[in-house]
């Protein structure tokens, strides 16, 4: 069975277990997805799953990805590699996936794109401690300081990778060796302990 579900993030809750243990967690609810197309060696030159999710309307999508899902309109298209390169038994094009996959105690890899910042300066974007408040010092409590130009290391120019102001959030974070804590299959809802990367409303990938 393919261990791997697309589904959006919902509310953050506490989770209490049987031997009175409370953990942070997230829910994400997760619709069955359908099996869209199976990567072979032979034919793609590695092994993969593909999966489709999130139903919408015919005229939002168009004719090459309505044909590929079989008819159906679908927003997303997602694929996982198999870790030791062979195919699940009985996966084929057409069969479904929901939380059933998965289990209590199960450890699960969620990847999401993080919140968008916007522009944001360094001592929130990196973490820096910023100058000085006193010494004469004005107007450079969160400025980011020398950043070694004047032929020194670099020549006289900006070093590749200075950590500097700039646009922060909306990445492609993975969170790896998170636990299910609770399954709901009438909901299709996983609860997940710790926290997912997005705001809610994000699509998060979820794989064993």
């Not at 489709?52 to 939002?60: D, I, M, Q």
């Not at 062979?86 to 450890?107: C, K, N, R």
């Not at 820096?128 to 450079?140: A, I, L, V």
Request: charged share 25%.
């Amino acid at each position: 069975m393919v261990k791997f579900i697309l589904g959006t993030k919902g509310k953050m809750t506490t989770v209490f277990t049987e031997d009175g243990r409370s953990y942070a967690a997230t829910v994400v609810v997760a619709a069955p997805v359908l099996v869209t197309q199976v990567k072979t060696v032979e034919k793609d030159g590695y092994n993969a799953v593909q999966v489709g999710a999130g139903e919408t309307k015919e005229s939002h999508v168009n004719k090459a990805q309505l044909g590929h899902a079989k008819g159906k309109a679908l927003k997303h298209f997602k694929e996982v590699r198999q870790r030791d390169g062979a195919l699940p038994e009985g996966v084929e094009v057409g069969a479904t996936v929901d939380v059933s996959a998965f289990a209590v105690g199960d450890s699960v890899t969620v990847s999401a794109t993080s919140k968008g910042k916007g522009f944001q300066g360094v001592i929130k974007r990196h973490g820096f401690h910023g100058g000085p408040r006193s010494h004469g010092q004005k107007h450079s409590e969160r400025s980011p300081g020398s950043i070694g130009g004047g032929g020194g290391r670099a020549g006289g120019r900006v070093a590749k990778g200075m950590r500097m102001a700039g646009r922060m959030g909306s990445d492609r974070v993975t969170v790896r060796n998170l636990r299910v804590l609770q399954v709901h299959l009438e909901t299709g809802e996983l609860v997940i302990a710790g926290a997912v990367p997005g705001r809610p409303g994000t699509l998060v990938e979820v794989r064993g």
